[in-house]
């Protein structure tokens, strides 16, 4: 299992991912939360096919975090069923890890 993880979520709003983001990165569950979008989202949902426009929050931390990062997220998103994903980080720059290692409360 990988050290970290980076955690992605979806809203439909850049103030919805960027309260996510406040709320992670405040109580030093990761370290640092991009938002990024507009992007465009396909997908099914109650069988029909929806095309909107969302906001991605990436967020770095330890992967043994994740629940709290998990439970912190769902409480905040406005999504009946938001994505919550966490994929593993198999490498980074020695400074970049020690820095996220350091942001999350993380000794080495």
């Known amino acids: 299992m990988s050290e970290y993880v980076q ?8 103030d919805d991912a960027l309260r996510i983001a406040d ?21 099914r949902w109650r069988g029909e096919v929806h095309r909107e426009e969302e906001w991605l929050a990436l967020a770095k931390t330890a992967a043994d975090l994740y629940p709290e990062v998990e439970s912190a997220i769902l409480e905040i998103h406005p999504y009946e069923v938001p994505e919550v994903l966490a994929v593993p980080v198999e490498a980074g720059s020695a400074d970049y890890l020690a820095w996220l290692r350091e942001q999350v409360g993380r000794s080495p």
């Not at 955690?7 to 850049?14: E, I």
């Open 7 to 14: 955690v992605v979520t979806a809203t439909g709003s850049r």
């Open 23 to 43: 709320a992670l990165v405040g109580a030093s569950l990761a370290a640092c939360v991009q938002v990024v979008g507009p992007i465009a989202s396909v997908y």
